[in-house]
Structures are given as structure tokens and as C-alpha cells.
């Protein structure tokens, strides 16, 4: 595979630079004038800036602005064309990747199957093969200024280090420094909740809520908290461990060593295995024939699809499923009393069949003064935004002033 250019990461990024550029990409187009108004930086530093960063192509001067007495002013744009970033979506069974420019549309985007229970050094592998995937031979076009990686489970994001993945069993991958060793490019890790939840707010629904919770139900079921536009962590990166919260003390064993975990009774393979259990206990349901006698070949995907033709027990899984979200949620809305709910993952691809129950236990739970403004919508960004979140990883990072 061919080397990717490098974009100017670090020579955009500083304190003075990283806030003319937030400035442009917020405000543009944009005159010098007005962004040492609104930085408070003199007017010559701003010139020096903005004449780098078009040198570097990431500016553009894009039009003639209107004139208040003197020289009509040339305004500025980011070009966002000018650089791609890489997103990494690490999931439980399949690892997605996406190629964007600097507003997050999507240029490129592969997917790999992840090796059934892999060690850390078979994982690194799969998951430097993603991004040679999508880089192709050929090698890009633009310079990548960087990759961005959502890895599920908990994640030290100051290190770039994977703490400990529980539906896959590692603990303690170096990913950040495996793959800026691969292909010598900045690369930053966040929890794929964390990054689902930046894609939101800098490019889905959270565009317009200040304080807002993504929710992730796949495989597992997690959470990013957005509170006064800033994601929170928590003091030990544990943050919006939704799925790991109990709703059934003598529940099922989790995946994290647990009882009674939400995400053991409304996970894509909980609901399956729901419905499989009610079958072999005797229950009637076309998935019965389907199956031809191997329940475990009854996946979440076919329960889905049993549910939209009307099969009873398939209709049943989905609104238990929705029932006990809602009750997750509504602890949460509780706790954070945030203004929206943004749902993603491949579960909440079911639409009404989930929110319909969830919305009725949410409104039927919470108070009142804490649902009044509550929207509760799916994700805008679709089955993608866990990997456009973790490009916007890079770009919230260039985009900032603070360090690295």
C-alpha cells in the first residue's frame, strides 16, 4: 500500500491557530476584521495566521463581503476538501471504516469481519487491515491529517489505550501507539459511544441541544453524555455505562462478569435469545420452522424481520425490549435531564417496534418537569455515525486549543 501524505496536523495546531480556525469553520465566510473581533487576537496576528493557513490550503478566500465605509473585505471559508481524516468504527463483530473530509462527508468506507475471539495482536492486525482497506493501493488523494478510532468498552482516550473490551475479552491494547507506528499519523481513541456522540453534536441531531445522551443498542449498549456541549467522561473514562446498569437482580449473566445487566435484555443477541428460550419452551412463532430445528441461527436481524410480518412472539421481544430501555433511560434522564435522546445502532434500526414501548414507559416513569422539552429521535447520521464520530474525534482535537 502506498504511504499516505501527512497532513500539517501539528502546524495547524496551536492555541492561536486552533481558535481562528473555529472561528472560520463556526462563523464563516468570515472577514480578517471580524476574526480579531471575535478572538480578541490584533489584527496583525490574525493575518499572519489566516495567510499560513491558506499557504497550507486548509483556508480559502471565497467572496468579496459588503463594505461598511472602506475596502469591501475578502471573506474566508475552510476548505474542506483540502484533507481527509480516517474514522475507525471498532464493533463487537465487524470493524467499519470511513475516508471524510473536513465536514464529515463520506468519501470512502470499507468493513471487515472481526476474527472470532481474537488476542490483542490478532486485533491490532485486523484493525490496521481496515485502514489499509480503505486507503486502497493506490493511496489517497489528499493529505489524511489523521485517524480517529470509537472502540467499544473502556477506553483510556489520554493514552489512546483500549482498558478493557469485555465482549471481546482484552484488556490494555495499545491502539493509538500500534497504529501511529503503522502509518505515522496522529491518531486519537475515544470510547465509539463518546465518538458517536461527537459526530452528533458536530454534525446530527445534537447540533441543536447544549445538554443531550447518545444511546448505542447493538451487540452491547452504552451511552455518550454531552453535557454543555463538551462530552463527559467521567473521572475514570467510565462514563455512560448504560448497558451495564442492573434491571434484573436475578437476570442473566453479563458479558462483564454481572447479573440482571440492561444490555443481557435488550441487546440485539438478547432479543434473540428471548425469542429462542419462548420456542423452546414451546411458544409458536414462524421463526420455529425457519429455524429448522437450530434456534441459535435465530438472529436479532430475523426477529426483526419476523416482527414487521406480524409474527406475535417477534412483536412481543421487541416491546419487552422497549419497555426496559425506557427504564434505562428514564434513570437517566433522571439523573442528567438532558434535552434530547439520540438512539443508534443496529436495534434501533427496528423504529417504532422499540420506541414505541420505550416512549410509553418513559412517559408513563419520568416527572414531568424532566420529559416537558425531552425529543427522543434516532440518530441522523444512520449506521455510520459511530465511524463519522470517530473522524470528528481528529477534527475536535484540531479544532481545540488544547494539547494534542
Not at 476584521?33 to 499560513?52: F, M, W
Not at 463581503?65 to 483540502?82: D, M, T
Not at 437476570?251 to 440485539?268: D, E, M, N, W
Request: charged content about 20%; some cysteine; glycine content about 10%.
Amino acid at each position: 500500500m502506498t504511504k499516505p501524505l501527512v497532513g500539517s496536523f501539528q502546524l495547524m495546531k496551536s492555541l492561536n491557530r486552533s481558535l481562528v480556525l473555529s472561528t472560520i469553520r463556526n462563523d464563516g465566510p468570515i472577514s480578517r476584521a471580524d476574526i480579531a473581533k471575535k478572538t480578541k487576537l490584533t489584527p496583525p496576528t490574525v493575518t499572519n495566521i489566516v495567510s499560513e493557513l491558506i499557504e497550507q490550503g486548509v483556508v480559502v478566500e471565497s467572496e468579496i463581503g459588503a463594505s461598511s465605509g472602506g475596502r469591501k473585505p475578502i471573506l474566508l471559508r475552510l476548505n474542506s476538501e483540502a484533507f481527509w481524516i480516517v474514522g475507525v468504527d471498532v464493533g463487537v463483530s465487524t470493524i467499519k471504516t470511513v475516508l471524510t473530509d473536513l465536514d464529515a462527508n463520506v468519501i470512502r468506507q470499507s468493513r471487515r469481519t472481526m476474527p472470532p475471539r481474537p488476542d490483542a495482536a490478532a486485533f491490532l492486525a485486523e484493525l490496521k487491515r481496515s485502514v489499509e482497506d480503505l486507503l486502497g493501493d493506490a493511496g489517497p488523494k489528499r493529505p489524511i491529517i489523521g485517524i480517529g478510532v470509537g472502540m467499544h468498552g473502556l477506553v483510556n482516550p489520554e493514552e489512546g489505550l483500549s482498558i478493557f473490551a469485555p465482549n471481546l475479552q482484552l484488556r490494555d491494547v495499545p491502539i493509538r501507539a500500534a497504529l501511529e507506528e503503522a502509518f505515522g499519523l496522529p491518531v486519537y481513541v475515544e470510547n465509539d459511544v463518546v465518538a458517536m456522540a461527537l459526530g452528533e453534536l458536530w454534525f446530527g441531531g445534537g447540533q441543536e441541544a447544549d445538554h443531550f445522551i447518545c444511546v448505542n443498542i447493538g451487540v452491547g449498549v452504552g451511552a455518550g453524555i454531552v453535557l454543555n456541549r463538551d462530552v463527559f467522561r467521567g473521572s475514570s473514562y467510565s462514563a455512560g455505562e448504560l448497558g451495564h446498569t442492573t434491571v434484573d437482580l436475578n437476570g442473566p449473566r453479563c458479558s462483564c462478569g454481572s447479573y440482571g445487566c440492561l444490555q443481557t435484555l435488550v441487546s440485539g443477541p438478547a432479543i434473540a435469545e428471548a425469542v429462542q428460550n419462548e420456542i423452546a419452551m414451546g411458544r409458536s412463532s414462524k421463526l420455529a420452522a425457519q429455524a429448522a430445528g437450530d434456534l441459535k441461527s435465530i438472529t436479532g436481524e430475523l426477529v426483526y424481520e419476523a416482527a414487521l410480518a406480524g409474527d406475535e412472539l417477534a412483536l412481543e421481544a421487541f416491546r419487552r425490549a422497549g419497555r426496559l430501555l425506557g427504564i434505562g433511560l428514564t434513570n437517566m434522564i433522571h439523573t442528567i435531564n438532558p434535552q434530547k435522546i439520540i438512539l443508534g445502532g443496529g436495534v434501533a434500526q427496528a423504529g417504532a417496534l422499540l420506541t414505541e414501548p420505550l416512549m410509553e414507559t418513559v412517559r408513563s416513569r419520568a416527572l414531568e418537569a424532566s420529559v416537558r422539552h425531552l425529543t427522543i429521535e434516532t440518530s441522523r447520521l444512520g449506521d455510520r455515525a459511530t465511524a463519522i464520530g470517530a473522524a470528528t474525534i481528529v477534527l475536535s482535537r484540531l479544532f481545540s486549543s488544547a494539547p494534542r
